[in-house]
């Protein structure tokens, strides 16, 4: 069975750090970039970081640069996805995803933030950011 589990969320006060896991069974992410994904309530889902399969090409949205670093363990057929710095409006349910085309080109330019481009998506993981 294919899945994508996330794990690591929680509550944090604010400036404080994170790291979200996401783990994959039933396939190999090595040939997969994956994608992390935010929804805040009452909110759309919005693209937050992706890292491609090979050449550790990875993006960000402005919201998070600076402060979130995505990184792979293709060993542990996981991806992290360090969160520093965390602010309030950081607070959403993550989302992790496997995309199967995206070239490393593709994950510098636009394509990642299309949730489209992902064929596979885990539960999600609730991070919530306060005092």
């Known amino acids: 069975q294919v899945q994508l589990v996330e794990s690591g969320g929680g509550l944090v006060q604010p400036g404080g750090s994170l790291r979200l896991s996401c783990a994959a069974s039933?396939?190999?992410?090595?040939?997969?970039?994956i994608g992390w994904f935010r929804q805040a309530p009452g909110k759309e889902r919005e693209g937050v970081s992706c890292?491609?399969?090979?050449?550790?090409?990875?993006n960000y949205a402005d919201s998070v640069k600076g402060r979130f670093t995505i990184y792979r363990d293709n060993a542990k057929n996981t991806v992290y996805l360090q969160m520093n710095s965390l602010k309030p409006e950081d607070t959403a349910v993550y989302y992790c995803?496997?995309?199967?085309?995206?070239?490393?080109?593709?994950?510098?330019?636009?394509?990642?933030?299309?949730?489209?481009?992902?064929?596979?998506w885990g539960q999600g993981t609730q991070v919530t950011v306060s005092s």
């Open positions: 995803a496997a995309a199967p085309l995206l070239s490393p080109p593709d994950v510098g330019g636009s394509s990642w933030y299309f949730m489209g481009e992902y064929d596979y």
């Open positions: 890292i491609s399969s090979t050449y550790g090409s990875t």
């Open positions: 039933g396939f190999t992410l090595d040939y997969y970039a």
